[in-house]
């Protein structure tokens, strides 16, 4: 956020890219690929590519990690050396140290944890390309990939990102918009409760502004949520046939 | 044992050391604590106990920002703090504690990181503010925080001859134009406490830390624990997040 | 229970998924699957799959070859790709692969290393390549070999301006002289397969990695798995290699 | 040692900090602070600032590493990033690997470790502020949080440094003396056995000029040893209350 | 292999060091030196000096790596920091991981595996000088310190190079020949079963070229292996005395 | 056994193979073992074997001694010497037979460091030695010393053309001025022995290093074992030390 730039991001109302201040990039969702995983899926916000694939639940070891009562969920984060565009060394870094444990976080709340004593789900989320917003990307796709392999869940989690840039507020930043914007606001969302479990932003916002924002979050986690539970319902009805 | 006895407590609108839920322990800040840094500060929560330690080192700027100086946030969750503690590199807490308080800093723009460049292009400040932790009972991040930007405050600029640094000598002070201050909200249930004990937090739902400028304006959110927030209680949150963060912000000089 | 399954059928000249003992399973290849890297390539081998990445950096020529740019091949066995993949560093696999891939491409001379020297002693391109296991269904090695050479042969240049890169912007392909493939031939009894599955390899006694180039001339050999390999076996499995690679060889565009 | 200097370390028989050959600096002590620790105590050498916490005995994990008749003890020394003029960085080095080893060595003489079998007492120590003499400074708050967690011990371990700068053997080096100086010994001792339990010398001294040093370093100890139970009895004194 | 180079290797029919084209290095090799372990051997090929020492079978810890119906074998191939030309920084590289994988599996088809159940045979094998050939070289030190060690056998695992340089095929690469020459030949066998245990080569041969070179290393090997056996039955003829 | 055996062999002045309590094993020092260094020397102590290579390589002079070269030691534990060594980073034994061995050699001021600066300020030779264990039977500590002063003895300086080191040609002997000599004492209840076995190694109560220089001045000490030393014993330990180490020293050459 803040690098300073004479860049602009916003002319005549429109997005550098074309796109209106509240609409998200193109969506697309894929279930499946990793055929040796229990789940996976493909999402991808316009240019940012993550995919995600979820094993489990399995026993969780060496054994003196296990919990007698719950299961635990281990997810990963992790970054292509090619997705950027100077090279990321391969290997975790303070950032993917930080995004996997938020990550985690954001999908805890949705899985039935006591339903697997003793074993662990784990997620593994790649991106592939980044364009901005690969944290919520890889969220969804990890939530896709744990329906898929029939993880115990309430719900599916599903997340945005939103932001600020050139003064306006705007949904779904990409990679530019990322760096140069004013605000930027990670999201992430049970849809059926109305609970929120992502939230990071970094930036400087009134709380005014913030609600705004987090409203637009809301409403664009909606028609994710809508995305996903077609997708998931197609494989079903495909695994039915 | 204690954890249950916290939960039961707040169930009744209490807690475990008489306070409010909008209420922070005792707050203790001693500055210049380690002589040798350029500026440091020692921060007493209640028990809990944090050090912020700055250094300044010339470094290369960022290709993007080639006129400005860098900051690096790092905590150390020393195993001297909490027999939770282990030796070795830091861990996702600790990791996420220093990268939290580094984006309340970063996004602030509390440093004027301009006037911490020497040689455009070539040579900068490095602001290194490293966060060692002392004895954890509860909430080390708004403690962390705190510490940090007192120890900014009193940090100043060592004097360079001939592209040697002099030790001991100082041309300025380091040059902070905000006070961002982090409060940390935690949710059990449906109340909010402030500044959770240790046992406190380990029965909290989820916690919300919310760093804000002198100007009100929220700098950087991170939404922590286990359990979801319902999106409604989000609005409250911040507003008492604001509402301490004025009452600490008095407390750094 | 696969793998005896899989067993039994190579005895009598069978296969799981009902192949020929010299035949691949179906290839399918897509490039600039990553539109941040310089080039990529996406193979799927039957089921598995390997996403090659290419990305230059400008460094330092080694002293001894100052007026070439240099080559680096990483693999990473990343968990997402196999129940038996786990996080860290490379595993003993994964180096393995990295580095039999890297020799296949560095003995056959396939990149015009001269042609990528910026200032001789200086700065000159260094090209990585990364590969980044997808989904593990047996025979990792050909896969990446051929995701390697097809993201090579897709590569382009980046424009430099006054010592930046413009990321983007791109002045001539990448110089790739040479299509090397990969061919490992498995070892089974006194059967020999091509492309393994993953119950195949689990019992394979032996396997011989061939990279020929477009001129049949052998480039890399490695012999792996943990029992031996007749000598007079040895120029059979050449000959299979040999003859697929040139089939393998058109599919690289 | 042995850095060429024209620094004068002596002027007029004094040190450059005004001390008297063989004056050490102001000693603090303080038990207390970390009461997540089962003892622990700050000890300051002038300049020097060493936190040290004791926790334990406690069970020793994994337990193949216990052993059946004894226990163990697992010390760590390390300075803050801060606590020197250039930043230090994070994490353990060679230096602070074998501080740690030296440091749990010459703690151990004192300890029953016969009395806490398949368990382990872990005795961190942080530098916060360096001007020399550091491991000792850090042997001392050792010693003192040991006693004040209750670890069977025999007696407290009280450590000191000596050193010969512009010729002349003088007590308690610090940054400056033991950096230009022309030796520099680290010395622990358990005063009431006559034992030593740390002794690292480097320089360039002769036997006779050695023994000269060490008898100070003893003296030395006498001193910081009856200051150590002065604080200690407090303590007590102040629980009894 | 193939650095470009004005070097000449092959003056008037004879290799820079005076060797004909088929012609090994002088072998020298040793069985003992190591007395802590089980077996030690070493080896010299030429300039090139590799000590190996086999401890075992000895029990596998941690346990859970243990394999109920048989044995394993662990290698490390390492090279002393001052072996080479430019300093070697200690510890595992790419190359050192690479290289203790091939041997260990060069070695692993003459071992009577489970004759050692949840055992392992670890093979050290350290690189003194290097002269090219070190991989080989440390093969037939790692198979004679296994023998010596009584690892349960049916043979011994000989081991040689041989490579293209300016344009001809040669035996046994020194260093130079390795680092210019057109193609390089790794090759391990067991003479008794013809069968080929290590094979890497790197260079640009016509599989005639390499069929020719196979069996040259074939020959070498077979000139080892009596070399190996009259230094084996020399050790044992010496301990029945 | 063969510790308690040494144990009742030591009360009763006695030592398993018969040596007396000052007494070192039979030494020899081969040089020049490894062709690739710039010196070496393998040392045997009884059974014990340690090689010492010398390498140079240019590099920066340390701000505060920018006239002078430096000197870097090294020791590795290779799980070759010893079935209690394991593969890995050098551990907490490897790290302080290194330091002690260095600090020896630094205090000693045996190398005439002002004559290892190629240009002051920016470039000097760094002296790595590095010491690596070949057979561990006890006394790993003053074979390593004596190993590492020999190797220094025997190294050469190698030439520089356009800032080229040129392997194999040499300028000059390294400039090494001085000869220290380590003497390690062992104590067990109140008898002391030198250069002890390793079985005797395993029941010493202590042990103190003793680095002693041609004029007989201490250069280093470090006290090891679990047991404290009396006082009243130090001199006598010293005395035993500086004797022995006349003695080793004429082996050096």
Redesign the interface.
Known sequence: ????SDKKLIVNGKRADGRELDQMRPIEMQIGLVNRANGSALVKFGDTHAIAAAYGPRELMPRHKQEADRGIIRTRYNMAPFSVDDRKAPGSD??S??L???IR?AL??VVFVQDFPKATVDVYIEILQADGSTRVTGINAASLAMAAAGVPMTDLVTACSAGKIDGKLVSDLNGIEDNFGEAD?GYA??PS???????????????EE??TL?NMA?ESCKKIYEMEMKVLKEKYEKALE | MRERYAYELIQKGMRIDERKFDEFRKIKIRTD?????EG?AHVTLG?T?V?A???L?TGEPY???PNEGTLIV?A?F??????DFE?G??G??A??L??VVD?GL????CLDLEKLCITPKEKVWTV?V?L?M????GNLLDASALAAITALHNSQVPKIEED?II?GEYVSKLPVVFTPVNVTVGKIEDKFILDPLIEEENILDSK?SVSV?DD?????????????????D??KM??MA?KKSKELRKLVK
């Not at chain 1, 956020?1 to 300073?4: L, N």
């Not at chain 2, 604590?33 to 840094?37: D, I, R």
């Open positions: 956020m803040g690098h300073k303070r950032r140290t930080e996997s444990k938020v976080l805890h709340p606001l969302m049970i409760k109305n609970m929120v479990t992502l939230l990071q932003m970094d930036g400087a916002l009134t709380k913030l609600v987090l809301k | 604590v380690s002589n040798k840094a440091s028990e106990q050090i330690g700055v250094k080192k290709p993007d920002t790092n150390e020393t195993p001297l703090a909490s027999p030796s590199p830091p996702e807490d990791v996420e220093a990268r984006r970063r996004e602030s723009h290194f490293d060692h002392i004895n954890h009972q040697t030790r919300l400028r009100d304006k929220i700098c950087a959110l991170q939404k922590m624990g286990e359990q979801g927030i319902n999106f409604d989000l609005e911040f507003d604001i």
